[in-house]
Each structure stands twice: as C-alpha cells, then as structure tokens.
C-alpha cells in the first residue's frame, strides 16, 4: 500500500503449487502474459531470490533489475539437510508444518520481529499440504543460479545483519557474484524484514527504482483519498492505474546504475491506451529448517 500510493503500480501474487524450476519459471511467464506485463523489477527474499534469479538467467528480456535480500545461489546445501525430500508428497501435513517452522529463531525479539513472526506461522498454518509440499520441494531440488546477463548496476543486495536461517556463507557467495551491485543493509529485520522493518525496506525499493530510472507517478494515485479510503470507483478502471512509465533513453547495458532503461509498451486489455508500467509484488513466506521463503516481484 505504501508503494502504491507513493504512485507505483503493485501487483501481489503467491508462487502457485509447481514442483521444480522449469514449472515456476513457465507458470510465472504465464501469469505475466495473461496480465499483459513484458517487464519485471523482481524482490525476492531467501527462496524468494533464489526464484527471481533463475527467471533471470533463463528470460532476461524479462527481468529488468533484481533486488535480493537473505538469498543464495544454489539449493545443494538445503537438499542435503533434508534426505527425505522424495517421500514429501506423502507426508503429513502437520510435520511438514513442524519442519517448515523449525528454521524461525526462538527466544525473546524486538517486537516487531516477533510481530512478523507470529504472521508468518498464522499464514503457514494456511497452507495446504500440496502448498507446502511444493514450497519445500522448490527449496531442495538440486540446482544453482547461472551467469545472469543483468549487469550488476541493476542489482540491489539487502541483508539483514543480525539472526537470518540462511548461512552466511551463502549469502557471502551472492555478494561475490555480484559484486559491483548496490548494498543496502539492515541493522536487524530478522527473516521476514518486508514485515519487520517496512519502512526501511520501502525506502530502499524506491532507492532502487529510482536508481534504474524508473519513476513513480504520484499524479494518477486516485484510488484513495488521503484518509485512506476509497475515492470514486471511475477514478481507475482495474485497481491497477498507476504509472511510473520510465523514459526510453537507450540500452540498458550500454548504461550505468543512474541511467533509464528501456520500456516496450502494450495494448491493455482494459482500453486503448498502453498498459503502464507496474511494480509487482509476490509474496510467498515460509520459514525453514534451512531457509525462510518469501517472493516479492516488482514488474514493469
């Protein structure tokens, strides 16, 4: 809400129940085809950014910047920790839900870390089996992000400095990978700081956009009127009219971090006139023995 009114388009979704990475990247092409989008800024936490990294490296003409946070680049470690990944399709959903929880931090938290966690496990208790068995199933299958052809300038790495279930040494190796992208560092935020520390995370998002030319157009917020509520429900034909269309200056890889990218426009479904360019957020959260799960996409 916060980044929408500020005059991004956001669009928030969950990872569907697929099974491994071919599934996710071809049911995510899928969605972004029906809702008429070409182009994506993707955040993703943990498994979150391990997704958002392979869609990269097999449709980067999709993929228009990266923000990552608590991630890895690859699975081997997750699998070995679970040698009983083959019989997940036949396990009770309530050990399933004991084994995702597992990976949150016990003990006394800054109350909004704690706040966050506490949503979490109430949203995990949500979940059907299938659903948590295609998460974890998506943690453990052996693969590794390749070379991506985004150039580091479009790359933000945000961590969180204090208890993350991801080691440190994997999200060390994304820095490696990556390193001239942008940092951004939390103080604290835990697993989930999307929920823990939104302010902060807000900011850097629009630190990022900003810095890959994409701009907010505050101008066509008409949905809400200050106080919060609804406006005029002629204000905006989908729920989705806003546009932070950035200026075509050019290629992308022939600039740097500062420079604008470029931007294909399309017929929206909706009227005659070019869809805009959006921000998506997607947001799967889980926390695991190895790995807390969460998927936030922003798409132009």
Not at 17 to 28: A, D, I, K, L, Y
């Amino acid at each position: 809400m916060s980044l929408s009114m500020k005059g991004y388009r956001v669009i928030s979704i969950d990872v569907p129940q697929v099974w491994n990475h071919h599934e996710w990247v071809h049911s995510f092409e899928k969605f972004l085809d029906s809702m008429n989008i070409h182009h994506v800024h993707i955040y993703g936490t943990s498994l979150g950014g391990f997704l958002a990294q392979i869609f990269a490296q097999q449709r980067p003409r999709r993929v228009k910047s990266l923000v990552l946070s608590n991630t890895f680049l690859e699975t081997h470690k997750f699998a070995a920790a679970m040698p009983w990944s083959p019989v997940v399709n036949w396990t009770p959903s309530f050990l399933l839900k004991r084994y995702l929880l597992t990976g949150i931090q016990d003990g006394p938290q800054e109350p909004f870390i704690a706040d966050s966690v506490d949503f979490v496990v109430g949203q995990v208790e949500t979940l059907s089996r299938e659903d948590l068995s295609s998460r974890l199933m998506l943690n453990v299958n052996v693969a590794s992000v390749g070379s991506l052809s985004l150039p580091d300038c479009f790359i933000t790495v945000m961590d969180t400095n204090d208890y993350s279930a991801v080691p440190q040494q994997l999200k060390d190796q994304v820095n490696e990978r990556y390193p001239s992208a942008r940092r951004a560092v939390l103080r604290t935020g835990g697993d989930f700081p999307f929920l823990s520390r939104p302010d902060e995370v807000t900011l850097y998002l629009q630190l990022h956009m900003r810095r890959v030319g994409v701009k907010p157009r505050p101008d066509l917020v008409q949905g809400f009127t200050r106080s919060g509520s609804s406006g005029s429900s002629n204000d905006h034909k989908d729920g989705n009219s806003f546009d932070d269309r950035p200026k075509d200056d050019g290629d992308r890889s022939s600039g740097g971090g500062d420079g604008e990218m470029d931007h294909s426009e399309s017929e929206s479904p909706y009227s005659n006139e070019p869809t805009p360019t959006s921000i998506m957020l997607a947001n799967t959260m889980l926390g695991t023995a190895n790995s807390a799960q969460h998927v936030s996409l922003l798409c132009s």
